[in-house]
């Protein structure tokens, strides 16, 4: 397998400034996570974006789509921020013979606590094993974009139907 990462910033791939008591985004993380879990297949990490996804704009998911069309390889795999993962996904929704995998986290992947590492595993799996199509994988699930929603009080992803 080929995985092309795209990274469009989020919880995932924030920073904690303590002094400032502060997050900002930074540089990906998904190509660490890989590399530290020593995977045998091949992956690149591009860069998009470094945005929280509350402050993502139609034009920010028009260069995602751009990108993600331009790839010539079939599984691609996205990381980007939990509040408008749903909306950047349906805007990929009629690219046709990719599987495409969304996936980010709800603290920084820097955090010792963190869900990325488990996320981004769960995510790899779910780009392996799919039919060409869009898909959000999170907390160990795997969605449908268009049938899928953000529980923000619960904190979780869950289905729609």
């Given amino acids: 397998m080929n995985l092309k990462i795209f990274s469009m910033g989020g919880t995932i ?6 002094d400032l008591s502060d997050y900002a985004v930074g540089e990906p993380q998904a190509g660490e996570i890989l590399k530290e879990a020593n995977v045998t297949f091949d992956f690149e990490v591009e860069e998009v974006l470094r945005k929280d996804s509350l402050h993502l704009t139609d034009e920010d998911r028009q260069l995602l789509r751009g990108r993600v069309q331009a790839h010539p390889g079939k599984y691609v795999l996205i990381t980007h921020g939990t509040d408008s993962m749903v909306q950047s996904a349906k805007v990929l929704m ?7 995998v969304f996936t980010g986290a ?10 990325a590492v488990f996320n981004v595993g ?4 779910a780009v392996q094993s799919l ?9 160990g699930q795997v969605f449908r974009a268009d049938k899928v929603r953000k529980n923000r009080d619960a904190g979780r992803f869950e289905a729609t139907e």
């Fill in 13 to 18: 791939d924030k920073i904690y400034f303590d």
């Fill in 94 to 100: 009629d690219i046709a013979d990719k599987v495409i």
């Fill in 106 to 115: 709800m603290s920084p992947a820097r955090f010792k606590g963190t869900d």
């Fill in 131 to 139: 039919p060409p199509g869009v898909y959000i994988s999170m907390s």
């Fill in 122 to 125: 769960c995510a790899v799996g």
